[in-house]
């Protein structure tokens, strides 16, 4: 479901590399309160984050009020804590992906990971006074066009559920060799715009916590260019004051939230 992989090694990742990697982005990047460190995997994996190194980069992420990190489910276990416990009470969030709830479509997804676990872990966090972020697809493979904002909206309401502070909805991209192969046989679509407007409108009218919708490369899924820099920008507003915005009327194109 993710086209990440491309920027990934095939081998444990060097020993300084990670600290050396932080060091240079902060120093690049405008000051900020909270960080994302986001590794194209689970960062609490051995092989993709050395465990020798958590203390280094603990110290480094000192100034930070929130540090959110990403992992499997199966990785949230005592090194998740040891961490948590470096950075300080409060301060560490882990963002899980969640994707779908749509059970069938899950196990195809082939994560290592039943909504059970993922539950489980979420309830570890908790636990131990750790945030939950989740991220949850729009555009399912294998799910019929009618049906792909109910599962999309009861996977933002499972999260929350599970104890989740935010929740990120990410439209499911093409390019990476799997979704391309289940579009020529006519088991995936791309999602329209559309979908990924009305989750987010309906997400937030859940009022259960934070809703955001992912923007990058939006214009991907857009068929018309005379109202997309309005709805790029109602989004954006949405995510910005976590209210619904007005919707875009456009009179070139049939898309739109409805």
Same mark, same amino acid.
């Given at each position: 479901m993710c086209d990440l992989w491309k920027n990934t090694l095939d081998q444990n990742t060097p020993s300084g590399a990670i600290p050396a990697q932080i060091r240079t982005a902060l120093s690049e990047l405008r000051p900020a309160r909270r960080v994302k460190l986001y590794n194209a995997g689970s960062f609490f994996d051995p092989r993709a984050i050395p465990p020798a190194e958590d203390a280094e980069v603990a110290?480094?992420? !000192?100034?930070?009020?929130?540090?959110?990190?990403? /992992?499997? #489910?199966?990785?949230? %276990?005592?090194?998740?804590?040891?961490?948590?416990e470096r950075l300080g009470p409060g301060r560490l969030e882990v963002a899980m992906g969640l994707e779908t709830? %749509?059970?069938?479509?899950?196990?195809?997804?082939?994560?290592?990971?039943t909504l059970a676990s993922f539950r489980e872990a979420a309830g570890r966090?908790? /636990?131990?006074?750790?945030?939950?972020? !989740?991220?949850?697809? !729009?555009?399912? #493979?294998?799910v019929a066009a009618a049906e792909q904002l109910r599962w999309t909206v009861a996977a933002v309401d499972f999260a929350f559920d599970c104890g989740a502070r935010a929740v990120s909805i990410i439209p499911t991209r093409s390019g990476n060799g799997a979704m391309d192969a289940l579009a020529a046989r006519g088991d995936f679509v791309s999602p329209e715009l559309a979908l990924l407007e009305d989750a987010l409108a309906e997400g937030l009218r859940l009022r259960r916590g934070l809703v955001f919708a992912d923007l990058w490369d939006l214009e991907t899924f857009s068929a018309c260019r005379e109202c997309f820099g309005s709805r790029n920008e109602r989004l954006g507003v949405m995510n910005r004051t976590q209210t619904v915005a007005p919707a875009i009327a456009c009179d070139r194109c049939e898309s739109g939230p409805a």
């Open positions: 110290g480094l992420l !000192a100034g930070f009020e929130r540090i959110v990190v990403e /992992s499997h #489910p199966s990785f949230v %276990q005592e090194r998740c804590v040891e961490f948590a709830v %749509q059970p069938e479509v899950l196990a195809r997804l082939n994560k290592g990971m966090l908790s /636990s131990r006074g750790i945030g939950l972020r !989740a991220f949850v697809l !729009a555009g399912l #493979p294998w």
